[in-house]
C-alpha cells in the first residue's frame, strides 16, 4: 500500500522519521520528523547552519543518516537508494553545471548520467531547454550564461528523467530580482502543470511566502515551526512577516549563526552565478 498521512488519502512524497545526522560533536539534524504530501510546495527555512542543506543531502541519499529514517515516494532512503534517486530532482547549493560545455551538452550529460533511452536524450533535451525558456541559448557555452539561466538550466538538469519530486537547495541565491522571478515562474509551473513536489530551501523570505504552501523553519537540526506562511504570520502578530516569523522562532536576526565556511560558500556561490 503506498504510504498516506494518517487517517486521510493524501500520499505522501517525503517523509522522515527521528531523522538524525551528526559530524562529530555537531549535531546537524536532529531527530526530524517531517512529512510532505505529493504535490505540495514545501519550504525548508532557518539560519546558516541550521542542517537544511544535511536534511536534502539524506534525502537525495547522497549523506546516510546517523540514525532515524526517511522515505521519499514511500521508499526507504537508506535501504533503496537507487530507487529513490530514481524518484528525485535535486539542485545543489553549489552550481553544478559545467560552464565549459553548452546548455545543450550539460542537459545530455544528464540524460546519460540519468541513463535516458539513446533515442530520447536529445529530444528531451530540446523539451527541457524549451520548458525552462532556454532554447535561444541552448547552444551557447554556459559560461556566457547569466545567473538566472544558469540555475533554470541546473532545474532543466534535474528534471530530465521526470521525477515527480524536486529537492533545490537555494535555488535563487545571487540571483537578480528578474532573475528570481524568472525561476519562480518555472517552478510553479512544475508544480502546477506536473503535480511535482517541490523541497526547496531558501534565506529569502518573500520567495517562502510568495511560492510555498507551507514552510519548516530549521533552527539547531530542529523542526522549530511548521505551517503555511499564513499560519506562521498570525502565530507572531496581526501584522507579522515571513521576517518576523524567522527571527521570533530562531531568537535571531536572520544573518545570525553562520560560520566562515557557509558564509564563503554562499558567496562563491553567488560569485560564479554573476
Ligand atoms: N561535511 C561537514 N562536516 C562537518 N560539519 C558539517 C558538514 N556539513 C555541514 N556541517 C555542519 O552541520 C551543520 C548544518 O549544516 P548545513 O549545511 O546542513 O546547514 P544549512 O541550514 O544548509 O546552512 P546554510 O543556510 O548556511 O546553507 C552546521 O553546523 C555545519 O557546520
Ligand atoms: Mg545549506
New binding site residues.
Partial sequence: MADAIAGQDEPVAIRTVALTRRYGAVTAVDALDLTIRSGEFFGLLGPNGAG??TTIKMLTTLLPPTSGSATVAGIDVVAAPREVRRRLGYVP?LVSSDSGLTGRENLLLFARLYGLPRAEQAPRAARALEFMNLTEVGDRLVRTYSGGMIRRLEIAQSMLHRPPILLL??PTVGLDPVARRGVWDRLRDLSARLGTTVLL?THDMEEADALCDRIGLMHGGKLVALGTPAELKAAVGPKARLDDVFVHFTGGTLDQGGSYR?AARARETARRLQ
Avoid: A, F, L, N
Fill in positions: 537544511k542543506s547549493q537547495d537555494e530551501t557557509d
